[in-house]
């Protein structure tokens, strides 16, 4: 079995790169599935999940948007960075970039992202307001593989919350936050599981 790297894209707090690196240490992938996260990733300097990660011994590397002319260029770095990792699979954990079409098909079928909405509803920002807007009695998030249209990839795994009386935004995306630290690492740990089958398998949670 070949030694599969994970590497994991942020943008700020890392609170699910968090779940999945803490998962991956807890439960052995190495020695398991010889998985591992080779590498965390932020286009924000000051993202507080590059604390997060190196305090666990991941390494981290700084991509910064800003230095770059247009997002075609700053793609195509990010692209050489992480395939230097070799990467068996590209984790979006609260990556807030546009990706180009040309990066997102170099990473067909080995990239998955977590969205906080139970999709097709809501894709795009702001999904915790516009599900208590529309009435909605159950929130939730969806980890699906990444294609050029935005959150609109195949659906990997999905966890369900109840809107409760009284929620606001916030307190409907903590609620929700707890199941995505939950969903996104038995995510990831099934596609590993498949991934030397060449797919991945679509599960319930
Ligand atoms: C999460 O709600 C995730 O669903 C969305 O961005 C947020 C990232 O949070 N894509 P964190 O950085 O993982 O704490």
Redesign the pocket.
């Known amino acids: 079995m070949n030694r599969k790297n994970i590497v994991i894209l942020?943008?700020?707090?890392?609170?699910?790169?968090l779940a999945i690196a803490n998962a991956a240490q807890k439960d052995r992938w190495d020695e398991k599935m010889q998985a591992h996260v080779a590498c965390v990733i932020s286009n924000r300097p000051g993202a507080e999940?590059l604390v997060s990660a190196a305090g666990l011994g991941i390494a981290t590397q700084v991509l910064d948007h800003k230095n770059f002319e247009s997002r075609d260029t700053f793609d195509a770095a990010l692209a050489n960075l992480i395939d230097s990792y070799q990467p068996a699979l590209v984790v979006?954990?609260?990556f807030m970039r546009i990706l180009t079409a040309g990066f997102v098909a170099r990473y067909a079928g080995r990239m998955v992202?977590?969205?906080?909405s139970l999709l097709p509803a809501f894709p795009g920002l702001n999904t915790h307001q516009r599900a208590l807007d529309a009435g909605c009695k159950f929130a939730g998030?969806t980890v699906h593989m990444v294609t050029a249209e935005l959150d609109h990839g195949a659906i990997v795994a999905q966890a369900a919350v109840p809107v409760l009386e009284g929620d606001d935004a916030n307190s409907l995306?903590a609620r929700?936050?707890v199941q995505?630290h939950l969903l996104y690492p038995q995510a990831v740990l099934a596609w590993l599981q498949t991934a030397d089958a060449g797919g991945v398998q679509s599960y319930a949670n």
């Open positions: 942020i943008s700020g707090t890392g609170s699910n790169m999940g979006l954990a609260g992202n977590i969205h906080p998030a995306a929700v936050l995505e």
